[in-house]
């Protein structure tokens, strides 16, 4: 079945940094568009980073504008969040999700969601 | 930026009600219609319901309806069933993505 599984959070130092995961499988992630979306604790949905099917074309929320980087393989049907320079205020869980497409579109919709990894930015 | 602001932020309501939640966007998002709703309940991750502000993603009961059309949008659920109470979320994506704060939906 289409799913999402996401791996890399913990428990981080101000500063550090962190890279997550998310394994896609039951689909052809090569033609989908993939977000990272994230929430605080009791708060509402942020948006992160997105990344085109190709990888051709990324964009950033202002929050995470010069510290993250979104990367995927399609080879290894896997999106990446490189997190640096971590701070309290990116405490959060991170979920990955995927385009709604059409394929090899950008529609903005996301249909897919994994069940989030947790990112703790304490010292 | 794009600000996407949802009303009410909560709201109470009984089973078999018809509740109506709003979202307004700070600019026109009209143009290709990009605008979608989500639910999300407790430890769980968002669920797409409605895309493209009127389309019902498959597999959503068609008590789920959504509207309109350049800044204001309106999610409807015509007869609140016991599984419906849960936060609901508008997300543009006209210009990068923002979410509404989200409006929590109670049982009365």
């Known amino acids: 079945q289409v799913q999402l599984v996401e791996s890399g959070g913990g428990v981080v130092q101000p500063g550090r940094s962190l890279r997550l995961s998310c394994a896609a499988s039951?689909?052809?992630?090569?033609?989908?568009?993939m977000y990272w979306v994230r929430q605080a604790p009791g708060k509402g949905l942020e948006w992160v980073a997105l990344?085109?099917?190709?990888?051709?074309?990324?964009d950033y929320a202002d929050s995470g504008k010069g510290r993250f980087t979104i990367s995927r393989d399609n080879s290894k049907n896997t999106v990446y969040l490189q997190m640096n320079s971590l701070r309290a205020e990116d405490t959060a869980l991170y979920y990955c999700a995927r385009d709604r497409g059409p394929p090899v579109g950008l529609s903005g919709g996301m249909d897919v969601w994994g069940q989030g990894t947790m990112v703790t930015v304490s010292s | 930026d794009i600000q996407m602001t949802q009303s009410p932020s909560s709201l109470s309501a009984s089973v078999g009600d018809r509740v109506t939640i709003t979202c307004r966007a700070s600019q026109s998002i009209t143009r290709y219609l990009n605008l979608n709703w989500y639910q999300q309940k407790p430890g769980k991750a968002p669920k797409l319901l409605i895309y493209a502000a009127s389309t019902l993603q498959s597999g959503v009961p068609s008590r789920f309806s959504g509207s309109g059309s350049g800044t204001d949008f309106t999610l409807t659920i015509s007869s609140l069933q016991p599984e419906d109470f849960a936060t609901y979320y508008c997300?543009?994506?006209?210009?990068?993505?923002?979410f509404g704060q989200g409006t929590r939906l109670e049982i009365k």
């Open positions: 039951g689909f052809l992630f090569s033609n989908y568009g």
């Open positions: 990344i085109w099917y190709d990888g051709s074309n990324k």
């Open positions: 997300q543009q994506s006209y210009s990068a993505i923002t």
